[in-house]
């Protein structure tokens, strides 16, 4: 159990620093939507979208090759870590010099139809690009860190991008315009240059933390030593470039559905949609914590465990505590959808009943991440066994499922048909992985007892939404007892690893 446990310490202090930044930065939800429309929110939502695609893009997937080639070469980590950096710093240059000279043509696509001035649309290019090349650069010495076996500097300097990034919203958004109207100091100078309830100070916000961030790394920047090693790398390559079209597919599951949805409604209504759904979306943000936390610990831990013996019996035994974890989380989660629904609220009575219209995309969202988590923890298979390549294969279905069915149903069924093809893309990637990697890479998954936590999860939150209506009491109950029979359906396994 030792290594279990190794595992669980590390996950555990990646969740807690990952649920305390991701609670603060999730303070700003019902900040942004109590001050800006749904259809501003869009804009918002939209924005971000984009920037997650081509981060997927500018990582190449080094991140996971970083790890593999640590474990696979230990006698040349300096050179691992070099060519890992150097790699996504030659990209960086590159999307630089590519997007610079053409930020107004950018901006005139972006806005499209939409109403709006192309100023603004311009300055919120120009903020992602510089905001995507900063968190590039983060990208491996962050991997080193957790490398390092330090989770709590990596969740210390996590945790300080999102004050940041708050306090800077607090800032634009409420500070300014208080110290104005109330004619403080400062006002002749700040009512020059403020503009009230503008999206783009989230984005200037975000750019400036960005930046903050990349100077607390500098220690593991300023630690490199500049030893490319060209054979090396053309082996790191190879295995990453799978990874990186993984990680896109990955993106675009995540992030396309906004997009399209943009794209393909009417103009009048393609925000206020994107708007609803990505408000909404950001309640399985608490489910998506915890898979984001295990994604942290498990990745450098599996990677470190491949050698041993055991290995298949540990990742077997991670498994079952995944599973029983998001089951329960997934439980919680729609048990409190009525308390939660609040933090999506905004200040005026129609804008609020208009974002609380998007509770019925909640369930499925979720269960999609259910699945994503359980696919990342099958995922190790094909990372271990340096066929990468099964990756790809699985991402791409799980992509083309994504384009296609948001293509054929968004324009008659708006963001609803987006959340279901998110659980369908999802759970087809988990089945994939599942069937290939016992294929390829056995591993002793106890299937039965895990697909019966699944199907109890899934039957008990249609009772909990569906025929008893949100209702919290009856919600909770469910809850208890479900977490009631699985602490007794595990009591003895649990009384061993405390024993232990």
């Known amino acids: 159990m030792s290594t279990a446990k190794k595992f669980a310490g590390q996950t555990a202090i990646y969740g807690l620093s990952t649920i305390i930044s991701r609670s603060l930065y999730f ?40 790890f593999r080639y640590l474990n696979k070469r230990d006698d040349a980590k300096d050179k691992v870590y070099s060519n890992s950096f150097l790699a996504v710093a030659a990209l960086s240059l590159l999307f630089l010099l590519l997007t610079a000279f053409f930020v107004p043509g950018i901006a005139n696509w972006l806005k499209g139809d939409k109403t709006g001035d192309l100023s603004d649309y311009a300055f919120y290019v120009k903020c992602f690009i510089y905001i995507l090349i900063a968190d590039a650069l983060c990208v491996i010495p962050f991997a080193k860190v957790r490398a390092n076996g330090r989770p709590l500097r990596y969740g210390m300097i996590k945790f300080l991008n999102v004050v940041f990034v708050v306090g800077l919203n607090l800032f634009f958004l409420f500070i300014v315009p208080y110290i104005i109207k109330n004619q403080l100091p400062g006002t002749q100078w700040m009512a020059g240059w403020y503009r009230f309830h ?54 675009i ?72 974890a998001v089951s329960l989380i997934f439980v ?101 992985s599942y069937l290939l990697g016992q294929k390829h890479y056995p591993i002793p998954y106890n299937v039965k007892k895990n697909l019966a936590y699944i199907v109890s999860s899934i039957i008990i939150v249609f009772l909990s939404f569906n025929v008893f209506h949100r209702n919290l009491i009856v919600g909770n109950l469910l809850l208890v007892a479900f977490a009631g029979a699985a602490f007794w359906a595990e009591r003895k396994q649990l009384m061993a690893i405390l024993k232990k």
């Open 332 to 432: 919680a989660l729609v048990a409190n959808i009525e308390i939660l629904k609040y933090f999506v609220k905004a200040k005026e009575l129609g804008q609020r009943e208009l974002y609380w219209s998007g509770l019925k995309a909640v369930p499925l969202l979720l269960f999609g991440y259910v699945s994503l988590g359980i696919y990342m923890n099958l995922s190790v298979w094909y990372k271990l066994s340096d066929q990468t390549r099964y990756g790809l294969y699985i991402s791409g279905v799980g992509a083309l499922l994504t384009i296609v069915l948001n293509v054929l149903f968004i324009p008659k069924y708006g963001y609803m048909a987006s959340a279901w093809v998110s659980l369908i893309a999802y759970a087809s990637m988990m089945v994939l």
């Open 198 to 251: 503008w999206v783009g100070y989230v984005f200037l916000s975000n750019l400036l933390a960005s930046i903050f961030t990349l100077v607390m790394l500098l220690p593991e920047i300023l630690s490199l030593k500049l030893q490319f090693d060209g054979p090396m790398f053309a082996e790191m390559f190879l295995y990453s470039w799978p990874m990186l079209v993984a990680n896109i597919s990955y993106i």
């Open 253 to 324: 599951n995540e992030n396309l559905d906004k997009i399209l949805l943009d794209k393909l409604l009417p103009g009048n209504l393609s925000e206020l949609q994107v708007g609803i759904y990505g408000a909404c979306a950001k309640i399985a943000v608490f489910l998506s914590i915890f898979v984001q936390a295990f994604r942290l610990g498990a990745e450098p831990f599996f990677f470190s465990q491949a050698k041993n013996k055991n290995a298949g019996n540990t990742y077997a035994l991670i498994m079952d505590y995944f599973v029983i």
């Open 27 to 66: 303070v700003l939800t019902p900040i942004l939507v109590s001050i800006l429309s749904a259809r501003v929110y869009g804009i918002f939502t939209k924005m971000y979208s984009y920037a997650s695609l081509l981060g997927a893009l500018l990582a190449f997937g080094m991140e996971t090759t970083f």
